[in-house]
């Protein structure tokens, strides 16, 4: 009987884990690890995360803890081609640890698959809950330097593939808005709103939201306006028959491709 070719994908440490976390599943491996300081300076943030993605001063409380009782929980790496190391979880501590001055950093080194690592990463930023510009970046970075598809992506973040798309467009804001996003002046939902429109119109409309006189409802309703689309699209369901309404025979053309696609995905 030939041997069965070994699966070297996500989906097998999937079904391997059913119902337990990659996340879960690696630390409580690493609980018995020792741990060792390193010194900052052979210490690097993994590809998919960005520095400037971190507004430290948003994280004055940990700031705070790790000057009076250091480093508690130790980060989580793995060990690079050139002898660094890859930081994997505790971005923020490492930054804040870097800011305080600390030269060594305790840490536990695991020994990880690449694609065990992003999935580690991923499920991490996704648990934390931070701004959305840090899973733009993790997400784009798995897509353009690692080839991973939309739907890869998706499955390892327990999101939809649209979440996924509308995530990854963000990086096409301007740097304003992106500034919104990392100060919390601008939620995720106000921002995918701002997308597609004129930079003056962003400006415009971000103001007001700054202001506090523009809910997501007025802002999905200021867009539509001027976008040229009063009126909704109009859905009709009928036994097993989905009717579409479209304003326009240009909009049906343009839209319906992508709403086949997506159904298709």
């Not at 959305?132 to 939809?160: G, M, Q, R, V």
């Amino acid at each position: 009987m030939p041997k069965k070719t070994k699966r070297t994908d996500l989906s097998a440490l999937v079904e391997k884990y059913q119902g337990l976390s990659v996340v879960s599943e690696i630390e409580r491996n690493l609980l018995s690890a020792n741990r060792t300081k390193y010194p900052i300076q052979k210490l690097f943030l993994s590809d998919l995360f960005e520095e400037k993605n971190y507004h430290l001063d948003q994280y004055e409380g940990l700031k705070a803890s790790l000057k009076q009782d250091g480093f508690l929980v130790p980060l989580i790496i793995v060990k690079r081609k050139d002898s660094n190391y890859e930081i994997l979880n505790g971005v923020k501590r490492f930054l804040l640890g870097k800011e305080c001055g600390f030269l060594e950093i305790p840490c536990v080194l695991a020994d990880l698959s690449e694609e065990r690592k992003h999935a580690y990463i991923i499920e991490n930023i996704i648990q934390e809950g931070d701004n959305p510009l840090i899973k733009t970046h993790a997400f784009l970075t798995l897509k353009n330097k690692y080839h991973y598809s939309d739907e890869k992506i998706a499955s390892i973040a327990k999101l939809s593939i649209t979440q996924v798309r509308n995530l990854q467009r963000l990086d096409s804001l301007p740097s304003f808005l992106k500034e919104g996003i990392l100060d919390f002046t601008l939620s995720y939902s106000e921002a995918r709103s701002l997308l597609n429109l004129p930079m003056e119109k962003q400006k415009e409309l971000f103001e007001r939201i700054q202001s506090g006189s523009l809910s997501v409802r007025d802002l999905e309703r200021e867009k539509r306006t001027f976008l040229g689309n009063k009126r909704k699209r109009k859905v009709t369901l009928k036994k097993n028959k989905v009717t579409i309404l479209f304003n326009t025979e240009e909009e049906a053309k343009k839209i319906f491709p992508q709403i086949v696609k997506s159904f298709s995905d």
